[in-house]
């Protein structure tokens, strides 16, 4: 069983943009020091590596299946329920570590409680299709539950690139202080 070719173009695409959003991830976490809100920003890198990875196996995983000879349906069958059952896991666990940032303050409570909530409803279809009973929407639960994983891919990378724009202010207002200081004490 070879896949359809919209499928496999767009499985391709999922994967190489998550190629990118993982070796983003990567130069931020490596050469980058968060002075503000850590913690947080630590988070971040994490989970969108993790979701990144995820989305390059998962756009995989179906041509993989496939390579087997086994029926369509069945392939989009055994690719939601392995997606489902990783998706959440992955919930739990970005969850749990959320919620120890949310006691300190770190990260926005509401934005974290829709991204949940549109997980949970995007995985419980999957469990659904898994066992075969939405053959016809199985490949289409997939396809949207790797978009989903693109947005939050996409929800990560700009908060990042808040918390470096927030910490380069930071560091030049930091910077200049000590020269208007030094003009202070030179005028005196």
């Known amino acids: 069983m070879s896949l359809s070719p919209d499928h496999a173009a767009l499985l391709s695409t999922y994967s190489q943009v998550a190629v990118g959003f993982a070796g983003f991830a990567g130069v931020i976490g490596a050469f980058s020091r968060f002075r503000m809100h850590a913690e947080a920003t630590a988070f971040r890198v994490r989970a969108m590596v993790a979701t990144a990875l995820m989305e390059v196996l998962f756009a995989l995983l179906p041509p993989l299946v496939g390579a087997f000879g086994l029926p369509e349906a069945l392939v989009w069958r055994i ?14 666990v970005m969850a749990w570590q959320a919620s120890i940032l949310y006691r300190v303050g770190r990260l926005m409570r509401n934005a974290a409680y829709v991204l949940c909530a549109v997980a949970v409803v995007l995985i ?11 053959d016809a929407q ?42 208007k200081t030094r003009k202070k004490a030179q005028g005196a």
Request: charged share 5%; glycine share 8%.
């Open 79 to 92: 690719c939601d329920g392995v997606l489902a059952v990783a998706g959440t896991g992955l919930l739990v």
């Open 138 to 179: 199985a490949a289409a639960l997939y396809m949207a539950m790797l978009f989903f994983g693109m947005v939050l891919c996409a929800y990560h990378f700009l908060l990042l690139m808040v918390a470096v724009q927030l910490d380069d202010s930071e560091a030049v207002s930091g910077a200049a202080k000590p020269a």
């Open 124 to 134: 419980v279809p999957l469990y659904v299709a898994a066992c075969g009973l939405w």
